[in-house]
C-alpha cells in the first residue's frame, strides 16, 4: 500500500510538472489522456491526488511514463519536489478523502485486484508494468523482464535494481564504469558484461573464502588429492595461499585448464544456443551457464548442468528466481571482501586489525599462479620479471 502510495504522489508531481508547462504552453510530449488530465486539473475539476490517481491508471499501458519517474526521482530537484508534495496539508486532505471514498466504494480493492487487469486489453502487461515499478528487484535481465520494460535502458534497470537493493549502499558507481561502452560493445553490452563478471567473481569467492577457513582450520579432505602426496604433511604449518604454491605443477596445471575450458564454455554461443540462452553482453540474463548439452544431443555420459545439477529450481518463478539471484550477488560481494581481508592480512600481517595474529603469514605473489620454481614454463620467467620491476619485494 506504501509502494503504490509513493507511486501515486510521483505521478501527482509529474503531472503536477506537466500542468506548470501547460500553462506557459510548453507542454512538448504530453500525451493525449495527460494533456486531458492536465486540462481537468487546470479547470478545478480534479484534484493534484486525483490526477495522480489518473495518471497512475492510464500508466499501466505507457511504461514509458513510469520510467520517466524513476528518472526524475533519481535527481535531487526531483525528490524535493516528491516530498514537498507529501508534505502539503492540502495535497494530504485531498489523498486522504480520495482514499476514504475508494474504500468506502470499494474502488481501490478492485484496482489492486489481478480481475481488473484481465478486463483490459493488454492484461498481463500492464499488470506486469506495475508490479516492475512497484518492485524492481523482481526484474531480471532475461527476455520476460525485458518485455515488460522494453523501452528501460540496461543503466536504468541497473540503477533501479541497486535502489531496491537491502543495505545502506544502493547506487554506487565512482568510477562510473556502468556508463562506459567496453569494446565498442555499447553501454547495455558493457553493463552486461559488468554484472556477470561480479557473480561470477561472487560465485569463486564466496568458495575461496570457505576454502581458506577450512584450511586454516586443520580440515582435510578424507583421502589423497595426489599420488605423489599420500598425506597433508606437506602442507602443515602453510597459510592457505602458500598450498596453492605447494601443490604440484602438474594439479595446478589441471585446475588452469578446466577452469579455463569453463570459462570458454559459458562463452561460446554454440553452447549458450543449445540450451536456449542468449550471451550476457547481448541481452542474456548474467550469471547463467550453459548445460553440456551440445547441437541439441543429451548425452548420459556427459556431466550434469553445473548450475543446478539437480534441478532444484526448475519450478521456482521468476520472481523467486530473482530473489535468489540477488541474495547471491550480496553474499558473493561480502564473501569477495571476506576473501581479500584474509589474504591481505596474510601478505601483510597487521593490515586488518581484526584479523591479526589469525592469519598465517604469506610472501608470496598472491596475484601470481606461478612461482620462480616454476620457471621452467614458457613465458613464466618473462612474467615474473616483469612482475619484479613493478612488485619489488618479490625480489627480497
Known sequence: MHSVLCVLVSLAVIGSARRVQTSLGAADGARAWESENMELNLNGKISDAELGLLNLKNAMRD??????????LRHPEGRAELIKMMANPKFQEQSKRL??????????????EPEFYARKEDASKSLQTLMLALNPAAATRGNAARTASADMSALDELIELAESTPGPVQYWDPLK???QDFWGAGNDATIGFLRHAEIKHGRVAMAGFVGYCL????????????????????FEGLSAPDVWDATPLAARLQIILVVGFFEFWSEWSTALEADGMVHHMSGGKPGQFPAFNTFGVTNPFLPLPLFDPFGFTTDLSE????TKLLREVQNGRLAMIGLFSLISEARVPGAVPALAGLIKPYDGEVMGPFSAADAGLPGVSAMLEGVTGIFPWLSK
Open 63 to 72: 511504461p514509458s511514463l513510469l520510467k520517466e519517474m524513476a528518472k526524475s
Open 99 to 112: 482514499a476514504d471514498n475508494m474504500r468506502a466504494n470499494g474502488v481501490f480493492a478492485a484496482f489492486l
Open 177 to 179: 564504469l556502468s556508463e
Open 319 to 322: 520472481e523467486e528466481k530473482a
Open 215 to 234: 584450511h586454516e582450520n586443520g580440515i582435510r579432505w578424507p583421502f589423497p588429492l595426489s599420488t605423489s602426496l599420500p598425506d597433508y604433511s606437506s
